[in-house]
C-alpha cells in the first residue's frame, strides 16, 4: 500500500529520538565518559576475541561471542551488547558493568536490560525452610510521633484541600466548572472521588504515571517531564534519563529486547501476525494458543489450562464462571482488585478474614459451614477460598501448607491467584505451591499472569481438565473478549520454556500440531510425573529455535537462583539498615515502609536525584492503609549484586535523611559497607 | 424502698470512682490531661461538650464496626457447641467444582475453530488441515497479516520488549501510550483519550469508575454483555428503553426527568444514557443524531460503545460519528476496541480531559492491570495511518457488504436484523407468524416497562433456543465442509440479562474481493437453504 510506506509523523520516534538524546545527555557527559567507554569497550572487544578463539568447537554451532547477539533475524547494527543505540557513557554506572568480562565469560545479554553477573555466590534457591516462619512479618510499630505526624499530615491536607475548594468554587468559579452542576449536569465525578484525587494524589503527582520509553529492563529510560501548574498538567522537556529500574514487575527479567525470546517473538509475528482477530470461540483461536495452553498446564502442573488476553480479566470474567447463587466466596481482605471484580459480578456471597491469618480463616469457615446459607441455613453448593500467592503490596505469602490442612479438613475448593508468585518463587519457579514443595495436585485452581515473570501480558488458569474445558465456554472470555495475539503467546511459550528447560526431542513425533497435546490420557499421566521437569520439544512449536543456554534450562536455573538472591539480599539488607520493611524475606517484593505521605514524594524524588537514578514505585491509601504508606521494590534477575548495592547504599542515605529507620535498634544495624560485604551471610538463613 | 442496698450500691460507686480517679493519676501525663480539660472547659465550656460527644461518636462506630463484622448471621445466627459444627463439617459435601461435561458441551467444544497458522482472508483449518474462505474471523479492514504493520511491532518489540511490566501508575506508560491516545482523539476528534488493555474489560470498567448507586442509567435493552456486566457492577439505577428504539428512549427519558423532579434526594444524581452504535447482538445501528439530540434534550451524558463500528463504519473508520457527521465532542465518551477495528488489541474510552483523566485514577481495569504491550499499540497506531491513508479499503468493504446483502435479503427463510451498512450480518431463522424478535420490530400498542429488562413481547416469542442452536450449527458446518468458515454469535445462555435469539455471525472483511465474497456467501446460502429445506 502506497500509504504505508511513507513514515508518518504519528510513527514513533525510533530514528529521531536518538539524535536529540544525544544531543541533549551529550553535554552533560562528554567530559568524563570517553574514557570509561572506551576502556570498557577495548576490555570487552578482547574478551571477545579470546572467547571466540578459545570456543571453536565447543559453541560451534550456535557460538555466542560476548559482544554480539546471535540473532541472525535481526537486522539492525545497533545490535549488540553494548550499544543500546543510546547510551555511550557510563558516568551513572548503568551502562556497562563495574568489572569488565573475563575471556570465560559470555554474556548474550544488554547489560542495560539484564545486568551482567557471573559470580555463582550472588545465587540462592527460593525454597522453603522449615527453619523459616512462614508467617515472619512481625510487623514493627513505628514509634508513636510518626504515627501521629501522619496523621496530622493527612489532616492538614484534608482541611487545607476544603479551604481551598470552599474559596475556588466562590471565586473561581469557572475552575471549578467540573466539580459544580452546571447547566443541568450534575458533575462527573462523585465529591469524594475527586477531592481524593485533586487534593492528595496531585501533590504528589510526580511519583505516579511517569512516562518511560525502551525496554522495562534492569534499567529504563525516563521521558523527563516538568510542571508549570502544579502537577495539573506535564510538559515534556525532551530529553531522557536512564534509570535504574526497581520497580517493574520484571521478575525474572524477561522484559528483553534482544536475545532468544526476542528473536522468537519476531518469527512469530513473522508467521502468525500480530493479531487473531476474534475472541476465542468465534474463529479467534489459532493453534499457538492450544500449545501455549498445553504448556503452561505442563509448567504448573495441572491437567489442562486457558488464557486469556489480559490478567485482570483472567479473574473478573473466570471466577463467575466458576461459582454463583448459593456459593461462597472466602477471600482474604487484601486481595486484588480483579478478584474483588469478578466476585461482584459472581453474584455468590462473599465473606473475608484477616490477611492471612489462618485462625481467623478456621473459625470463619466453621462458622460458615455450620450455619449454611443466610436465613434458610441451606449448606452452601460450594465454598471457594481465594487467596494470592504473593500480596503485591505487603509482600507476604500465603500459608499454604495450613491452607492444605484446613483444605483437607473443611472440603472447601481452593483458588490461588499467582500473579506474582509465578515464576518469582520456588526452586523450579513454579510459584508459591513450588516453593513450599507442595503437589499442585492438592490446589483445584492455579490462576497466574504472564505479565510479571515472563515479560509479556495476560493471564491463565489452570484446573482438571473438565474444570478448564467448562471454562473455556463458560467464562466471559471465551465468546465477548478478544484472544491473546500470537507476539505476547510466543513471548510466553518462548520464556516459559526456557525456564523449564526443553527436554532434546525424543522418539514421540514432534508434531507441534497435536491439537490437544495433553489429549490421550497415559500421556497426560506421564506428564504429571514429571512435574516439575522439563518441557517435552514436541510442546513447543518446532519453528521456535532457542539459544542453548535457553532451551537447556541453565538460564532460566540461573535467573531463578538470582532473583531469589537478589530478593533475600535486598529485604534483610535494608532490615539489617534499620528499616521497617514488611513481607516474607524470600519474596520479591519488597515494601519498605514510609508512613508520612511527605516522605513519599520525597523519598522518591531523592532517589531519583542520586549519580545514579533511582525509580521506585511508592503507594499510599487507598491501596493501603492510611498510615502505612510505602515503597515498594521490585526484584529482579535481571540486577546485579552491584545494583543491590546501590539501592541499599541510597535507601541508607536518604533513610537517615528522612527518618526512617525505626525498624531493629540502632545498636543492633549493620553499616552499609558491613552488608555489602557480608551479603552471602545475610542471604542464608542462618544469619 | 430498699435503702440499705442502695446506699450499699453508693459507697461501691464512691469508692471505685476514688479507685480510678487515683489510678488515673498514676498513669504518666495523666495530669496534663486534667489540666488541659480544666482549662479548655474554663475558656470555652461548649467545647468540652462538643468533644465528650466526639469521643462518644469515636467510641461508637467503633463498636459498630466491630460488631458488624462479627455478627454476620444477624438474627438468623444458630449457636453450635464444637462437636456440633463438626459434625455439620463432616457431613457438608459441596458440589463438585467440574462436573462432567454433557454431551451438548462435548460437541460445542468440539467445534471451536481453530486456525493453523496466521489468520486471513483465506486461513488453514486445525480441524479439517484444509484452507477456508474466512468469514467468522473480525478482520473488516483486512489489517491481519499486513507486511507494514508486522515490520513496525517487530521494530517496537526490539525496542521496547514485550510485556510492559507494570501498570501505567508505576512505569508503564511507555511513550507510544501517549503517542497512540494523542493519535485517537486526534482521529475522531474528542479532547482525549485513555487506552485499556483489552478490549471487552474497558466498557466494564468505565462505566462503574463514573456511575454510582445514586446514579441513573438509560440503557438500551440489546446491549452487549460487557456492558451488562458494567452496569451490574455500578449499582446504578438501571432503566431500559426497547432495543434500537429511540421513540422509547424518549418516553422512558421523560418518566425519568418526572421521576427526578419528583424526588429531591435525586437532583444530584448523574444521568446517563448507554448504549452501542453498532450492536453486537445483532448488527442493528442505532440513528446518532437523534440520540445526541435527546440526551442533549434531556441533559443526559451519552456512553457510546463503538466497539464494533470504530474501525469499520465510515469513510476512514472513525464510526457512527463520521457516518453521520456528528462531532465526537457531542457524544460524551466513546468506547472502542484496538483488537476488532485494528487488527491490535486493547480498548479506548475517548472524550473530555476530566473523564478520561478521572479513569486514569479510578477505572479499575486501568489502575489495576498492567499497560498494553508497546508493539500492539504501535500496531493500533499504523492500524489508524492505514485507515485514514486508505479510505478505499473501507469502500471495499462496503461493496462486499452490498454485495452479501443482496444474495441474502433475497432468502425467505431467514430474516437479517442487522442494518444494511453493517459488516457483521447476524442471520436469523425465520419462524411461522407470531414470534417476534423485537429486532424485527412488529410494534405493539403497549409501552415496555423500563423498570424490567424483558422486552415487552418477551411473551409472544416462540422460538426455542436450544433446536436453533442446532439448525444453525448444522449450517455452520454444511458450510464449513464447502469450505467457508462461519460462526454462530457465541452466546452464554443463562448469564445474558435476557438471551438474545440464537444466529450465525458473518464478519465481512475487505482482503477478500467482491467475488470472492459473492462465493463464499453464495455458500452460506446454499447451506441455509438445504439445512433448513431439510427441516421443513
Ligand atoms: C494478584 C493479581 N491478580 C491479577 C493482576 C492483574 O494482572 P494484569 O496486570 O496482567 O492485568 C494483578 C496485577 O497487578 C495482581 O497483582
Known sequence: MPASARSSPMAINLSPSHSMFKKSRGKSSSSQSPSDAASYLSAVSQADARSRASSNGKFSSTSTPALSLSSSVTSSSEDTVLRTGEDESNHDGLAFPATPPTSEQVFTTVHTEFGHCSNEGYRYTSQHMASEPIEAIHERDPPYYILLSTYVSYLILICLGHVRDFIGKRLKAKAYRELRPHSGYAPLTSDFDSFYTRRLKQRMAECFNQPVTGVAGRTIMLVDRTSDDQNASYRLLGTRTRVLNISSYNYLGFAQGKGGCADAVEEGIRRYGVSTCGSRLEGGSSDLHTTAEALVAKFVGKEDAIIASMGFATNSTMIPALVGKGCLIISDELNHASIRFGVRLSGASVRMFKHNDMKALEALLREVISQGQPRTHRPWKKILLIVEGLYSMEGTMVNLPEVIKLKQRYKFNLFIDEAHSIGALGPNGRGVVDYFGIDPKHVDILMGTFTKSFGAAGGYIAGSKTLISHLRLRSHSGPYAEAMTPPVLVQILASMASIMGVSPASLTSSSHTTLRPVASNESSQALMTSHPGPAPASMIPNWMTLPPALSDGSEGKNRLRRLAFNARYLHRGLDKLGFITYGHPSSPIVPLLLFNPGKMCMFHRMMLRRKTPIIVVVVAYPATPLVTSRVRFCVSASHTKEDIDIVLRACDEVGDWLDLKHGIPAAERWTVQKITERSGELVHPSA | ?536
Open chain 2, 1 to 536: 424502698m430498699d435503702s440499705p442496698s442502695s446506699e450499699n450500691l453508693f459507697t461501691f460507686l464512691s469508692y471505685s470512682l476514688a479507685n480510678f480517679q487515683a489510678a488515673f493519676f498514676r498513669i504518666p501525663g495523666s495530669a496534663v490531661l486534667t489540666r488541659y480539660v480544666k482549662s479548655s472547659h474554663q475558656d470555652d465550656p461548649g467545647r468540652t461538650l462538643l468533644e465528650v460527644i466526639l469521643a462518644l461518636f469515636v467510641i461508637r462506630t467503633l463498636l459498630q464496626s466491630r460488631t458488624r463484622t462479627d455478627r454476620s448471621g444477624g438474627k438468623h445466627f444458630i449457636q453450635f457447641s464444637d462437636k456440633e459444627i463438626d459434625d455439620l463439617v463432616d457431613e457438608w459435601t459441596p458440589e463438585p467444582l467440574d462436573p462432567p461435561l454433557t454431551e451438548q458441551q462435548e460437541a460445542d467444544l468440539a467445534a471451536i475453530p481453530v486456525i493453523a497458522g496466521p489468520t486471513g482472508p483465506k486461513p488453514k483449518l486445525m480441524n479439517t488441515g484444509k484452507p477456508c474462505v474466512n468469514l467468522a474471523s473480525l478482520n473488516f479492514a483486512g489489517l491481519a497479516g499486513n507486511e507494514h504493520i508486522q515490520q513496525r511491532a517487530i521494530e517496537t518489540m526490539r525496542k521496547y520488549g514485550v510485556g510492559s511490566c507494570g501498570p501505567s501508575g508505576f512505569y508503564g506508560t511507555i511513550d507510544v501510550h501517549t503517542e497512540l491516545e494523542q493519535r485517537i482523539s486526534d482521529f475522531l476528534g474528542t479532547e482525549s483519550s485513555v487506552l485499556y488493555a483489552q478490549g471487552f474489560s474497558t466498557i466494564c470498567s468505565v462505566i462503574p469508575a463514573f456511575c454510582k448507586r445514586s446514579d441513573i442509567i438509560i440503557a438500551d435493552r440489546g446491549v452487549n454483555f460487557a456492558i451488562q456486566k458494567g452496569l451490574q457492577i455500578s449499582r446504578s439505577t438501571i432503566r431500559w428503553y426497547d432495543h434500537n428504539d429511540l421513540s422509547s428512549l424518549e418516553s422512558v427519558l421523560e418518566s425519568v426527568a418526572k421521576e427526578m423532579k419528583r424526588r429531591r434526594s435525586q437532583k444530584h444524581a448523574r444521568k446517563f444514557i448507554v448504549t452501542e452504535g453498532l450492536f453486537e447482538q445483532d448488527g442493528a445501528m442505532v440513528d446518532l443524531p437523534k440520540l445526541v439530540e435527546l440526551k442533549e434534550k434531556y441533559k443526559f451524558r451519552l456512553i457510546l460503545d463503538e466497539t464494533l463500528s470504530f474501525g469499520s463504519i465510515g469513510r476512514t473508520g472513525r464510526g457512527l460519528t463520521e457516518l453521520y457527521n456528528v462531532p465526537a465532542a457531542r457524544v460524551d465518551m466513546i468506547i472502542g476496541s484496538l483488537a476488532i477495528g485494528l487488527c491490535s488489541s486493547g480498548g479506548f474510552c475517548a472524550g473530555s480531559l476530566t473523564a478520561t483523566s478521572h479513569q486514569r485514577h479510578n477505572a479499575l481495569s486501568f489502575v489495576f492491570s498492567a499497560s498494553l504491550p508497546a508493539l500492539l499499540a504501535v500496531s493500533a497506531l499504523e492500524g489508524i495511518n492505514l485507515l485514514v491513508n486508505t479510505p478505499s479499503i473501507l469502500n471495499n468493504l462496503q461493496e462486499n457488504v452490498r454485495a452479501a446483502r443482496a444474495i441474502l435479503d433475497r432468502l425467505d427463510c431467514v430474516t437479517i436484523p442487522s442494518h444494511s451498512a453493517s459488516p457483521v450480518i447476524h442471520i436469523h431463522l425465520k419462524t411461522n407468524s407470531t414470534s417476534l424478535h423485537p429486532s424485527t420490530a412488529v410494534v405493539s400498542t403497549k409501552p415496555s416497562n423500563p423498570s424490567s429488562v424483558l422486552p415487552r413481547d418477551a411473551a409472544n416469542w416462540t422460538w426455542d433456543a436450544e433446536t436453533e442452536e442446532q439448525i444453525l450449527q448444522e449450517v455452520v458446518e454444511d458450510a464449513l465442509a464447502q469450505g467457508v468458515l462461519i460462526t454462530k454469535a457465541k452466546r452464554l445462555r443463562g448469564q445474558e440479562l435476557v438471551d438474545p435469539r440464537p444466529s450465525i455471525r458473518l464478519a465481512l472483511t475487505s482482503a477478500l474481493s467482491k467475488k470472492d465474497t459473492e462465493k463464499a456467501v453464495g455458500v452460506v446460502r446454499s447451506s441455509l437453504i438445504k439445512v433448513l429445506g431439510k427441516r421443513r
